[in-house]
């Protein structure tokens, strides 16, 4: 059951408002228009009844917005998408719900600033705040805060509400972003899944753990397309932006941008937001530990051998551990009771299909699996109980 306190219309109520606002032509030989339903031959109708249908649906979109919200919520408390194959709530919406990347990205957010504080619900039924608002909001509403910036956020535009946000938590000096240069005719973003509308990284970042929304997908990116060009090298910039903070701007190749992508993913457990200045800190540390000469006195200095255990070790072995890796391609391979695979490639963790706490083998392959940190803590959920795991909200 949802919380009382979460004001989501029922079908009495719906249909009743309907009634009373759905324009209804008894004219001969014209079809009887029901409430909730719509005619098939709009142009018939005059201006009044027009205005009167797309004032009606507008209300009937929003409280049917809330109520989907609050069973979102209901969903991601359960863990259900977790379930049902889906790494993150963001993912369910997208492939399960088919929302665009940015309508899940705004219901992912909204949804959990109304468990948080349900009398969000009433200012998106009555239209006071948007969905968009909302999901800006979100990250920032705390108990000390929300009535203030729920009052000072109705009725604002993007831009004032951006300002509002940005001065109370200033943004960093500059954002990651990946654009493709030379646009290629008739190329649409849906060609290239991994760089699109911007609303989507944040959605990602956030169902993953992110914080600041940092990443290779979806920031500002413009229609893509393979163009062939060589890179511009008169491009690349390094701009000093305070003591100690430099930003970088170059162009690179697409071979480059999936290489990048492929070392955020598996710097994940490191660096969970994911950001470039990271990633390509990782890169030129693992390179320089390797190729600079002054370096090699490091490299070259005895390591502490590991201690041999007998019996059943923990530690799974590095042969196990790449035949799981090859045999699951690199994803996480939970399946749903459904039959539908994760395939997530970021936060992957080895598993023991049976616990090693029960006597599960670390050094056979068959009992070693990929799983995503997600569907990971789902299964050790459901094996040992929830009360030594903590879900969010």
């Given at each position: 059951?949802?919380?009382?306190?979460?004001?989501?219309?029922?079908?009495?109520?719906?249909?009743?408002?309907?009634?009373?606002?759905?324009?209804?032509?008894?004219?001969?030989?014209?079809?009887?228009?029901?409430?909730?339903?719509?005619?098939?031959?709009?142009?018939?109708?005059?201006?009044?009844?027009?205005?009167?249908?797309?004032?009606?649906?507008?209300?009937?979109?929003?409280?049917?917005?809330?109520?989907?919200?609050?069973?979102?919520?209901?969903v991601e408390r359960r863990g259900l998408h977790l379930r049902e194959g889906y790494a993150s709530l963001f993912m369910f919406c997208v492939?399960?719900?088919?929302?665009?990347?940015?309508?899940?990205?705004?219901?992912?957010?909204?949804?959990?600033?109304?468990?948080?504080?349900?009398?969000?619900?009433?200012?998106?039924?009555?239209?006071?705040?948007?969905?968009?608002?909302?999901?800006?909001?979100?990250?920032?509403?705390?108990?000390?805060?929300?009535?203030?910036?729920?009052?000072?956020?109705?009725?604002?535009?993007?831009?004032?509400?951006?300002?509002?946000?940005?001065?109370?938590?200033?943004?960093?000096?500059?954002?990651?972003?990946?654009?493709?240069?030379?646009?290629?005719?008739?190329?649409?973003?849906?060609?290239?899944?991994?760089?699109?509308?911007?609303?989507?990284?944040?959605?990602?970042?956030?169902?993953?753990?992110?914080?600041n929304g940092s990443s290779l997908e979806g920031l500002s990116c413009q229609p893509l397309g393979l163009s062939g060009s060589s890179p511009?090298?008169?491009?690349?910039?390094?701009?000093?932006?305070?003591?100690?903070?430099?930003?970088?701007?170059?162009?690179?190749?697409?071979?480059?941008?999936?290489?990048?992508?492929?070392?955020?993913?598996?710097?994940?457990?490191?660096?969970?937001?994911?950001?470039?200045?990271?990633?390509?800190?990782?890169?030129?540390?693992?390179?320089?530990?390797?190729?600079?000469?002054?370096?090699?006195?490091?490299?070259?200095?005895?390591?502490?051998?590991?201690?041999?255990?007998?019996?059943?070790?923990?530690?799974?072995?590095?042969?196990?551990?790449?035949?799981?890796?090859?045999?699951?391609?690199?994803?996480?391979?939970?399946?749903?009771?459904?039959?539908?695979?994760?395939?997530?490639?970021?936060?992957?963790?080895?598993?023991?299909?049976?616990?090693?706490?029960?006597?599960?083998?670390?050094?056979?392959?068959?009992?070693?699996?990929?799983?995503?940190?997600?569907?990971?803590?789902?299964?050790?959920?459901?094996?040992?109980?929830?009360?030594?795991?903590?879900?969010?909200?």
């Open positions: 059951m949802l919380a009382s306190s979460v004001a989501v219309p029922d079908d009495g109520e719906l249909s009743t408002e309907l009634s009373r606002e759905s324009p209804v032509d008894k004219s001969p030989g014209r079809q009887l228009v029901v409430p909730g339903a719509i005619p098939a031959d709009l142009s018939g109708l005059d201006d009044s009844e027009v205005l009167r249908w797309v004032r009606t649906f507008a209300v009937r979109e929003r409280r049917a917005t809330v109520a989907l919200l609050a069973v979102l919520g209901e492939k399960d719900l088919r929302h665009s990347e940015g309508a899940a990205y705004k219901r992912v957010h909204a949804a959990r600033a109304g468990r948080r504080f349900p009398e969000i619900y009433s200012l998106l039924r009555d239209g006071a705040l948007s969905l968009s608002a909302v999901a800006m909001l979100e990250p920032h509403l705390t108990p000390e805060n929300k009535d203030m910036l729920l009052t000072r956020s109705q009725g604002l535009g993007k831009r004032q509400l951006e300002m509002v946000i940005v001065g109370m938590a200033p943004r960093p000096e500059t954002r990651d972003a990946v654009r493709r240069l030379d646009v290629a005719a008739g190329a649409t973003a849906a060609e290239h899944p991994r760089l699109s509308t911007g609303a989507s990284v944040g959605a990602a970042q956030a169902e993953l753990g992110g914080g511009d090298h008169s491009l690349a910039r390094i701009q000093p932006l305070s003591p100690g903070r430099v930003k970088f701007s170059f162009t690179g190749s697409s071979e480059l941008l999936e290489m990048v992508e492929r070392a955020r993913d598996l710097l994940r457990h490191k660096h969970p937001e994911g950001g470039l200045a990271n990633v390509f800190a990782e890169l030129a540390r693992f390179y320089l530990d390797r190729k600079d000469p002054s370096r090699k006195v490091r490299a070259g200095r005895a390591r502490p051998r590991g201690r041999k255990s007998g019996g059943n070790a923990r530690r799974i072995p590095e042969a196990v551990k790449r035949e799981a890796w090859t045999r699951d391609q690199g994803r996480c391979a939970y399946v749903s009771p459904s039959g539908r695979r994760c395939g997530a490639a970021a936060w992957l963790e080895y598993d023991h299909i049976r616990p090693w706490a029960l006597g599960g083998r670390s050094d056979d392959g068959g009992n070693i699996r990929l799983l995503c940190r997600a569907h990971n803590q789902w299964e050790a959920r459901a094996r040992f109980g929830e009360g030594r795991f903590k879900r969010r909200g």
